[in-house]
């Protein structure tokens, strides 16, 4: 398998403008989740999605902020308007993994290659 | 406020020796905890988990928890220059393992 894909892997945008994110997960993942990663604030969890349904949204700072999954095999993650204070990595990952099993083998999460943000 | 602390570093330690990454965290009700590897410009990689008390080991790596105390730690053992990134901690509170609450990392320099 390719792995989690992302797209784009760089974005340069001005600010009030709308950007999406994409995120392909590996394929038979159930888990798909959102992160940011900033110098300041480190890694963080924005929403995760289990069977394609939001599961925790409570990590998405804004109202700017929304993210869907349509199908098992595609995400996004769109900001709109955009502001230079949102510039970060913005990593995808999916897992295989029911809702409550975290102590199963084999069910950790995978990590994209990230889109790195710039909002000028 | 579910929180991970970890000291930022830089952690230097000669190539050979073994290197000791801490992590405490605020909240009991964590139910597992994962060591993640990144090396620069790149995503983080899992090394390995760890839920019940004790140690922990897979290779040259040992992780080590102790729930009393809501400390986690990872032990390299005959550390190697590619072993030189940043190393996130990161506390699991239920639900997939992906759902995870991060520290900002130590970074660790093996020195050859």
């Known amino acids: 398998d390719a792995g989690v894909i992302q797209s784009p892997r760089h974005e340069v945008t001005e600010m009030g403008q709308e950007v999406t994110l994409r995120c392909k997960p590996i394929s038979g993942h159930n888990s798909l989740f959102w992160y940011r990663q900033t110098m300041m604030r480190g890694l963080e969890l924005l929403i995760y999605?289990?069977?394609?349904?939001?599961?925790?949204d409570s990590g998405m700072p804004e109202d700017r902020f929304s993210a869907k999954m349509p199908n098992a095999s595609f995400s996004t993650l769109k900001i709109q308007p955009s502001e230079p204070r949102d510039s970060a990595v913005y990593f995808c990952?999916?897992?295989?993994?029911?809702?409550?099993?975290?102590?199963?083998?084999?069910?950790?999460?995978?990590f994209g290659q990230g889109t790195r943000l710039t909002v000028v | 406020q579910k929180e991970v602390e970890q000291n930022s570093g830089p952690l230097s330690v000669p190539e050979g020796a073994i290197a000791s990454l801490n992590c405490t965290y605020s909240d009991r009700g964590s139910q597992s905890f994962f060591w993640y590897r990144q090396y620069s410009g790149k995503s983080p990689e899992l090394i390995m988990f760890i839920y019940s008390n004790g140690d922990k080991e897979d290779g040259r790596f040992t992780a080590q928890l102790n729930k009393a105390s809501q400390y986690v730690s990872l032990l390299i053992r005959d550390s190697q220059p590619s072993d030189s990134a940043t190393y996130l901690c990161a506390a699991n509170y239920g639900g997939s393992q992906g759902n995870l609450i991060f520290g900002k990392g130590t970074k660790l320099s093996v020195k050859p």
């Open positions: 999605f289990n069977n394609n349904v939001p599961i925790d």
């Open positions: 990952a999916s897992s295989l993994t029911g809702p409550y099993d975290f102590s199963l083998p084999n069910t950790e999460a995978f």
